[in-house]
DNA sequence: ATAATGGGTGTATTTTTTACACTTATTACT
DNA sequence: AGTAATAAGTGTAAAAAATACACCCATTAT
């Protein structure tokens, strides 16, 4: 196929005016081989993180189309050629899972030449953290399934994406070392020991719980509820929420919220 | 010149067998529209950072060619359709300013819809740290000129460059909180006040000397030379160099080597 | 009533960070 | 040859942060 379209494409060459834009008209022109410019498929690439309370999971489909049919793969697709780069993200998650107005953050970008075995396909990788009760989850468009995976658990995976899983996995660590977490991946009201398991989960390590507590409660913010946890749990919990107001003021001053 | 392009390739899809590679054979068949798929260029752009002992230091480029002919650019081309991104990055450098066999890291992709003015290209960032007595900066190419700025000084940028380069600082500051820097930058032998500059003209704040010696000299990854500094300056520097080994089992590690 | 379970709390020790001022080796000048 | 000027080099005490550590509490199930 690559030959097909150099063959469509080959001496082309386009001479163009731009009116509508600002440039000097001197430089208003120019001549571009058609051949050096659009030889690239451009996709995104989404890695969901969720957390269930115990561990840290992400979020794959199980292709319904070749190629890699019926593998697990990343949600992912081809941007629209006049979509920005961050909304194809939200859109393409949206078709595949139903998973909408995600926090989403780029991660890298992946151009091995052979990465994708129909063309040069770039694709660029993006971070998902969501609440995982505020999403059911659904298969759409090509998907065959969708399903919450542990990252201990997870088999062969289509293209390269245990590659791009990795990376996204790596820079969730470093996140979590500068900024507060949970934001986005726990319910709006949790319990300390919530939080704690969140952070135990994604460093891989455990803490100690009074040190924890010590620290975070001293960032400041955290707020106490009036509610306390009614679950089946044994002695209620006391409830938080983040205080988005005051985490914004720290980030900005450059805060480091180092465990 | 998008929709001369639109016009090629309207309502053409291929069908294609791959009996080269391993898929099972009945995904090995796939059809595609051409025009959902090979609609984007794809480039890679520079962030070349040097040192002078004082400033931090970014190489431009004066832009011989439309469009943003004669603004400064930061050093970028397309990318070869048969290229590996990371290649193309090391190889578009050197055709622009002649200087080869850098560390680069990637930073980041833009690709807002109208970022580039003759269609739609996807920019990767790269940051490149170079030691600026190693080579001697040429322009190239379609390159007019090429001179280091200083990040203060700098005047109206090509395309979204201004936004890339704010971000590459960006990282470079987060990097250098996290890793030792220097190896790059610095000369191979270097003084430990050359370093604590470096570190002050990246992080942007002056730096205790003695809390700085006692640091970095405690990270046990600098070697003390026999030499010292004979140039002009009074009382001779002591030399010290980078013990690289020392430093990878280090990073390896996970050390953190933040000031 | 009681056993079982996860929730909650404080202090002492060690380590790290910070603040701070004078002496030394050289060059340039007279 | 003496002296002024300049950047290099050095240690300690106080404050802050990180760590290690063990028991009581509020509820549910039996």
Redesign the interface.
Known sequence: ??R??DE??KG?S?A?R?SE?N??D?????L?P?E???????SVDCIVFGFDGQDLKVLLIKRG?????SYWALPGD??Y??????AAAQRVLENLTGISEVFMQ?I??????DRH????V?T?AYNALIRVENYEPRAAFWADNVRWHTLSELGELAFDHHEILAKGVEKLKARVRNQPLGFELLPVNFTLNQLQKLYEAVLGQTLDKRNFRKKILGMNFLVKLDAKQTKDTRRPAQLYTFDRLRYDELTHRGFNFEL
Request: hydrophobic share 45%; no cysteine; aromatic share 14%.
């Open positions: 196929m690559r097909d379209l469509l494409i082309k386009v163009l731009f834009d440039l000097p001197e430089q208003a022109q120019y571009i058609l050096d410019f659009f030889q690239f498929g451009l189309v070749a190629p890699y049919k081809l941007v050629p006049h979509e920005d780069l961050d780029q890298k970008s992946f151009g091995k030449v075995p129909l063309g040069r770039l660029v």
